[in-house]
């Protein structure tokens, strides 16, 4: 590979298609095609409204979320964090996390180190539940 990998998230294959969340849910990694092995680069795009319905967390991997657009809310632990355009949230391995689109949607860009060979994400389905007392 190059000194440099220049693409367009547009043509990054968009995840959520294969795991049925479309057309509520764009989820573009763009690690892989990148070619990074420092770190990795997502996009989410939520539909109004639209909850993710797992949470995730690393075991090594800090990620930074950026609000691109849109408004929601993002369940970090136990916190319930409200999001705007323009805002940076910061999570530690080993944290618990999951989003939520506002009225408008919400688009996030999402960036992660360390990557190791191994994928280090677990995910639970359910995670923030509807009738969960912090944040349905």
Same mark, same amino acid.
């Given at each position: 590979?190059?000194?440099?990998?220049?693409?367009?998230?547009?043509?990054?294959?968009?995840?959520?298609? &294969?795991? =049925?969340? %479309?057309?509520?849910?764009? @989820?573009?990694?763009? *690690?892989? +095609?990148? #070619?990074?092995? &420092?770190? =990795?680069? %997502?996009?989410?795009?939520? @539909?109004?409204?639209? *909850?993710? +319905?797992? #949470?995730?967390?690393?075991?090594?991997?800090?990620?930074?979320?950026?609000?691109?657009?849109?408004?929601?809310?993002?369940?970090?632990?136990?916190?319930?964090?409200?999001?705007?355009?323009?805002?940076?949230?910061?999570?530690?391995?080993?944290?618990?996390?999951?989003?939520?689109?506002?009225?408008e949607g919400l688009e996030v860009l999402a960036v992660g180190a360390p990557i190791t060979e191994e994928n280090d994400a677990e995910i639970e389905q359910?995670?923030?539940?509807?009738?969960?007392?912090?944040?349905?």
């Amino acid at each position: 590979m190059g000194a440099y990998t220049h693409l367009n998230l547009e043509d990054v294959d968009d995840a959520a298609v &294969a795991f =049925g969340l %479309s057309p509520s849910l764009e @989820a573009r990694f763009a *690690r892989k +095609p990148l #070619g990074s092995s &420092a770190l =990795g680069v %997502s996009r989410e795009v939520l @539909a109004p409204g639209f *909850r993710v +319905p797992f #949470g995730h967390t690393h075991r090594d991997q800090e990620e930074v979320y950026v609000v691109v657009r849109g408004s929601g809310r993002m369940k970090i632990g136990d916190d319930i964090v409200d999001l705007a355009q323009g805002d940076l949230v910061r999570v530690s391995p080993g944290v618990w996390r999951c989003t939520e689109a506002g009225d408008e949607g919400l688009e996030v860009l999402a960036v992660g180190a360390p990557i190791t060979e191994e994928n280090d994400a677990e995910i639970e389905q359910g995670w923030w539940a509807e009738n969960d007392p912090s944040g349905s």
